[in-house]
């Protein structure tokens, strides 16, 4: 089987590594690209695992998303949902998760699947106390208590399961030549709106939702053929039970078409050779932001910290 190629794309999380630090950009998208295989070369694997770390709080982001993703697979499919079971299953699994990090299985199996998550607090031997520890549990259980007794989901179940949209894991739509990859955490048709669902576990950056949400209605008009004033985007943060509506309007997403073609453009400047999509470490700048730095994960090979 022929080698994946390493081809061009764009992203909103893409374009905020790039805009943070443009060696942990390099190191994201160029420095980790083989890693996964048996003959890779070490450091390339080492970049790979590196790249693949979580913080504890992404982590709790990761697995809430994977657990409501279950619960709202189950009630497409007509099966109820038990909470006491499905909060049961998430602390196991987040158990599995946080042992499986201690003893550095992703270290040594970083290409396989599943449960082999390495956390960055275990990676750079940072203390974390048992009641912080304690505290990610209790929040990601909480986080999926509230959505399943929530109005939203009541909303959710009282649309048919025939309007729901179909959402793989990652979506990706074509912008001038460049793919472009969302995320859209579920979709649905509600009369003559697509209403489009984000889970959110922490903090919201207002500044970044005009991006991400112009990016949605881009891709929904490819997808689905709709409008942008047919396009309601229901932010849900889980940790409060708390839904934001957005609505996606033709100024907004050609304000973000302007800042994804200079992205774009700034990007592909960097490369050695833009048709192949080939870089080089040497031409990507390290940030002076310490505090960028100080949550990195690629500390340990980055030179600034040599």
Known sequence: MADFKN?????????????????????????????????????VRQIYVLKNLSSRHMWLGSIVHEYVGFLLGRLRHGHEADLYTLLGNLRR?????????????????????????????????????????????????NCVTNLFNSDLLQYIKSINVADWMPIESLQNFDFEGTPVWVQIDFALKDRDKIVLFDWK???????EMDVQLSCYGLYSHQKWDVAPENIVCKKYNLRIDKVDDYEINDEVVEKVKVHMRDSI??????????????AKEEDFKVTEDDKICRSCNFKKICPKWD
């Open 201 to 207: 576990t922490g903090k919201v950056r207002y500044d």
């Open 7 to 43: 081809k061009f794309s764009w992203s909103k999380s893409r374009d905020g590594i790039f805009n943070e630090c443009e060696r942990k950009y390099f190191y994201n998208y160029y420095g980790s690209w083989g890693g996964w295989k048996d003959d890779a070369d070490r450091r």
């Open 265 to 278: 453009a700034s990007m592909k400047k960097l490369l050695t050779d833009e048709e192949n999509n080939i």
């Open 93 to 141: 699994a987040m158990k599995q998760d946080f042992e499986n990090s201690e003893k550095g299985l992703y270290t040594k199996y970083p290409k396989l699947s599943g449960r082999q998550y390495g956390l960055f607090e275990h990676e750079y031997n940072i203390f974390v106390s048992n009641d912080e520890w304690k505290e990610i549990f209790d929040r990601a259980e």
